[in-house]
């Protein structure tokens, strides 16, 4: 079977119905009144070359990995659609995508949604959560495409395990993390090498959990500055980082840091404003090699 149509009547497409239908090339919804897509619907599905599916309007649900080992390739376009959900691993484990643009109303990549596919980037001006390992070792995975400063201004949280091993997100000269940003769990960026530089903006009031940029190389700037005395940092976040060329620190006393932040980073300067704060920031350094300044200033510009 190379071509489905999907007629009039149909309002779901139930569990595992063209699961493993290897041949399948096109699929076109003719019908307005397809409101979801059930899980593993089209697992290990479509012929490995082009194809293409058409999606209709009255989408508002994909289940879990409906997509998940298909070789579903190109670009994905769910722009047109109502979705506001899909499950977890919906695309993952595909060879050919490319890319997906996710209409508005899409809130939310799910778990593992995009893990170890081939995604190149992802269109989505309503995201507002990435849940654990929605790209987690997508390695060509380059970015949002309405994202300039790295993170789409509309997200809110990011949960664990986002972004790691995704070695080709693009090098940004200011990667921000916002005061949109509610929380950040951990281990979004570990062992990803081309993060380029890392600003936690003053108006960041959430929290920020562990491990995030542990094992990142040539990270190049830092920036910690916090105004919002609620804000807190775990521990071990760059974590045998290698070419931290500046990090800047100047946040409040009751701002919460936790240890071992930069234990065994290297070839790094450090700028370190309000002096208090050293009492309990000081066990954040263990092990460093090549440090060119540890200082104590009254101002500085990143």
Not at 1 to 9: A, D, G, R, S
Not at 161 to 172: E, G, L, Q
Not at 276 to 288: C, E, Q, R, T
Request: charge should be negative; proline fraction near 4%.
């Amino acid at each position: 079977m190379e071509y489905i149509e999907i007629p009039q009547p149909v309002s779901f497409m139930d569990y595992y119905c063209f699961r493993n239908c290897t041949n399948l090339k096109d699929i076109n919804f003719s019908t307005n009144q397809l409101t979801e897509i059930k899980f593993n619907t089209f697992e290990n599905s479509f012929h490995y070359g082009p194809n293409s599916i058409t999606f209709p309007t009255s989408l508002n649900t994909i289940g879990s990995n409906a997509f998940k080992g298909s070789n579903i390739s190109g670009v994905v376009d769910l722009s047109q659609t109502n979705l506001n959900s899909n499950d977890y691993g919906t695309f993952s484990y595909t060879p050919l995508l490319e890319g997906i643009k996710y209409p508005p109303s899409m809130k939310f990549v799910d778990r593992t949604g995009c893990a170890n596919s081939s995604i190149v980037w992802v269109s989505g001006s309503g995201l507002t959560g990435l849940h654990t390992g929605a790209f987690k070792d997508s390695v060509d995975f380059s970015g949002f495409i309405e994202a300039p400063s790295g993170l789409p201004d509309s997200l809110r949280f990011i949960q664990d395990d986002v972004f790691v091993r995704c070695a080709s997100i693009k090098p940004r000269q200011n990667y921000l993390i916002s005061g949109n940003i509610e929380s950040i769990g951990n281990f979004n960026w570990y062992q990803q090498a081309s993060t380029q530089s890392v600003i936690i903006h003053e108006s960041f009031s959430g929290s920020i959990g562990d491990d995030n940029w542990s094992s990142v190389g040539n990270l190049g700037n830092l920036s910690i500055k916090f105004d919002n005395a609620t804000a807190s940092i775990g521990s071990r976040n760059w974590k045998d980082c290698d070419l931290i060329s500046n990090v800047y620190i100047d946040c409040p006393y009751s701002v919460w840091v936790g240890t071992n932040n930069f234990d065994n980073a290297s070839n790094c300067d450090f700028f370190i404003k309000n002096t208090h704060h050293a009492d309990y920031i000081s066990n954040n350094w263990s092990g460093l090699q090549g440090v060119n300044a540890i200082s104590t200033i009254s101002s500085y510009t990143p």
